[in-house]
């Protein structure tokens, strides 16, 4: 069974642009969640797809937003960058939250 | 906020067991206690949970206390690969995602 692949590794983008980042979740996975990461830091919650439907969202702005497809993999977009989302930024999949979550390796962002 | 909390920071000589303690004294009766850690800015990578009993797998054992207060994760036979921080999380209020705290620094030395 493969894992959680995220893509691309890494971005360097300027502020005040626009960035998509994409994840492929776990074979079978329907849950798929996105994680902000600064350095130094844990993993902060963004949003969560369920079934192509958000099913929860964090502390973030609505420039953060997010697709699921029908084959469960996931887009994170982030639009009007700004210098502190600067971060790696972590897509993790699921089948039952009480099996917990699967990570992604990730996908570092710099804004510069 | 997070709802565990964990020392910053431990040492381990290699080859002797490591016990990372965590704080989940608001924990409900239903949430489990998931342990992950993380190598160096590499995804959180699965480690064990569990809910009331004890938990033993191929990488470590899971500690809980019976009134589910708090839990501690043992990693029977460090080596310097387990140099990473370890993240002790309960699922958010609604059920449905990890709040992260900032978890333990492990260095395991030679």
């Known amino acids: 069974e493969t894992g959680v692949t995220q893509s691309p590794t890494h971005l360097i983008k300027t502020r005040g642009q626009q960035v998509t980042l994409r994840c492929s979740s776990q074979?079978?996975?329907?849950?798929v969640s996105w994680y902000q990461q600064a350095l130094g830091q844990g993993p902060q919650f963004i949003f969560q797809?369920?079934?192509?439907?958000?099913?929860g969202r964090g502390n973030f702005p609505p420039r953060f937003s997010g697709l699921q497809f029908p084959n469960y993999s996931s887009e994170l977009n982030v639009n009007a960058l700004e210098l502190d989302d600067s971060a790696l930024y972590l897509c993790a999949s699921s089948l039952s939250t009480d099996y917990g979550y699967t990570f992604g390796s990730g996908t570092r962002l710099t804004v510069v | 906020d997070a709802k565990t909390t964990q020392p910053p920071s431990m040492d381990c000589a290699e080859g002797r067991a490591a016990n990372l303690p965590c704080n989940h004294s608001t924990i409900s009766g239903n949430e489990y206690v998931y342990w992950y850690r993380q190598i160096h800015s590499q995804g959180p990578q699965y480690i064990i949970h569990?809910?009331?009993n004890n938990e033993t797998n191929e990488m470590a054992s899971l500690i809980i206390t019976e009134d589910r207060k708090s839990s501690t994760l043992i990693l029977p036979h460090a080596t310097l690969r387990d140099t990473a921080v370890y993240y002790c999380i309960v699922m958010d209020n609604y059920g449905q995602n990890f709040v992260f705290g900032p978890g333990t620094r492990l260095s395991v030395l030679p």
């Open positions: 569990g809910l009331k």
């Open positions: 074979s079978g996975h329907n849950t």
């Open positions: 797809y369920y079934r192509e439907e958000e099913n």
